[in-house]
């Protein structure tokens, strides 16, 4: 039983450490000095490059003669992005700044710098000391169809629409619960969740549960030591999406990751 926990122990330390190291790169989340929507004409934002502007399709970039470049390629004219609504971002590189692009209902661009200061602030994240009581087992109980499901975001009036497989039930001191998943990494699931711990220990308006493909059964492992925090819980300039309805725990899960030191004033 020793070995087990201390094994449980030392791989947890090791995804903590490079969720850490992921969170301090240094044109991260946490590099993120500025974030602007933009506007159906062309303008020029402060301490940026180049103007910018959106249509209902697309956002677009002319360099003005700046030094600009996009997946490898400079930038010598008007440029033209035309991305997924909450999907994917893409970026500009302008000296050692990169000028992120996405698609969030409009068009916005934010600006990721190394010198941030809450980059060169960060010590990283406090969690709950990891605990193996915290791994669930649950059941995934897919869909007959794929259902989009719409989402609130941390930014008022903004709304996200994610795809979601299907449902996880699992039990808590005898309780059935269910939580929405989407999907995740490969195979993989994905859970956006409060619990009575959030706005107390834990960043108030969400937290995400990565979980492993459910096995042939539908059998899945609910990891609540790894619960983590999304970009919003860091900074002011991300826009990440609130769980859906009914991904709210009633009970305190006192696990995973804390409020970060960044939101303790």
Same mark, same amino acid.
């Given at each position: 039983?020793?070995?087990?926990?201390?094994?449980?122990?030392?791989?947890?330390?090791?995804?903590?450490?490079?969720?850490?190291?992921?969170?301090?790169?240094?044109?991260?989340?946490?590099?993120?000095?500025?974030?602007?929507?933009?506007?159906?004409?062309?303008?020029?934002?402060?301490?940026?490059?180049?103007?910018?502007?959106?249509?209902?399709?697309?956002?677009?970039?002319?360099?003005?003669?700046?030094?600009?470049?996009?997946?490898?390629?400079?930038?010598?004219?008007?440029?033209?992005?035309?991305?997924?609504?909450?999907?994917?971002?893409?970026?500009?590189?302008?000296?050692?700044?990169?000028?992120? *692009?996405?698609?969030?209902? #409009?068009?916005?661009?934010?600006?990721? %710098?190394?010198?941030?200061?809450? &980059?060169? =602030? /960060?010590? +990283?994240?406090?969690?709950?000391?990891?605990?193996?009581?915290?791994?669930?087992?649950?059941?995934?109980?897919?869909?007959?169809?794929?259902?989009?499901?719409?989402?609130?975001?941390?930014?008022?009036?903004?709304?996200? *629409?994610?795809?979601?497989? #299907?449902?996880?039930?699992?039990?808590? %001191?005898?309780?059935?619960?269910? &939580?929405? =998943? /989407?999907? +995740?990494?490969?195979?993989?699931?994905?859970?956006?969740?409060?619990?009575?711990?959030?706005?107390?220990?834990?960043?108030?308006?969400?937290?995400?549960?990565?979980?492993?493909?459910?096995?042939?059964?539908?059998?899945?492992?609910?990891?609540?030591?790894?619960?983590?925090?999304?970009?919003?819980?860091?900074?002011?300039?991300?826009?990440?999406?609130?769980?859906?309805?009914?991904?709210?725990?009633?009970?305190?899960?006192?696990?995973?990751?804390?409020?970060?030191?960044?939101?303790?004033?």
């Amino acid at each position: 039983m020793s070995t087990s926990l201390d094994t449980f122990t030392q791989d947890w330390h090791g995804w903590k450490s490079q969720r850490e190291r992921d969170l301090a790169d240094p044109l991260g989340w946490l590099a993120l000095v500025s974030l602007d929507w933009l506007e159906d004409k062309p303008r020029a934002y402060e301490g940026l490059p180049g103007v910018w502007w959106q249509d209902a399709d697309a956002a677009y970039l002319d360099p003005q003669g700046a030094v600009l470049s996009h997946e490898g390629e400079r930038v010598t004219g008007v440029h033209r992005f035309e991305l997924v609504n909450s999907g994917a971002t893409t970026r500009v590189a302008a000296g050692d700044i990169e000028i992120e *692009v996405a698609r969030r209902g #409009g068009y916005l661009i934010r600006t990721h %710098d190394p010198k941030a200061p809450v &980059l060169n =602030a /960060f010590r +990283g994240i406090p969690a709950y000391e990891p605990d193996p009581a915290w791994v669930l087992s649950g059941s995934f109980e897919a869909f007959d169809e794929p259902r989009p499901t719409t989402v609130g975001a941390v930014v008022e009036g903004l709304s996200h *629409v994610y795809v979601s497989p #299907g449902i996880v039930r699992f039990e808590r %001191d005898g309780v059935e619960h269910t &939580l929405t =998943a /989407f999907n +995740g990494k490969e195979d993989g699931l994905l859970i956006l969740f409060t619990d009575a711990t959030s706005g107390v220990t834990t960043y108030a308006a969400n937290r995400s549960l990565a979980v492993p493909a459910p096995a042939e059964d539908g059998s899945v492992a609910l990891d609540f030591t790894r619960a983590a925090n999304l970009p919003c819980a860091f900074t002011d300039f991300a826009t990440c999406p609130l769980p859906p309805a009914g991904n709210d725990l009633p009970f305190a899960v006192e696990a995973g990751e804390k409020l970060p030191y960044e939101r303790l004033g």
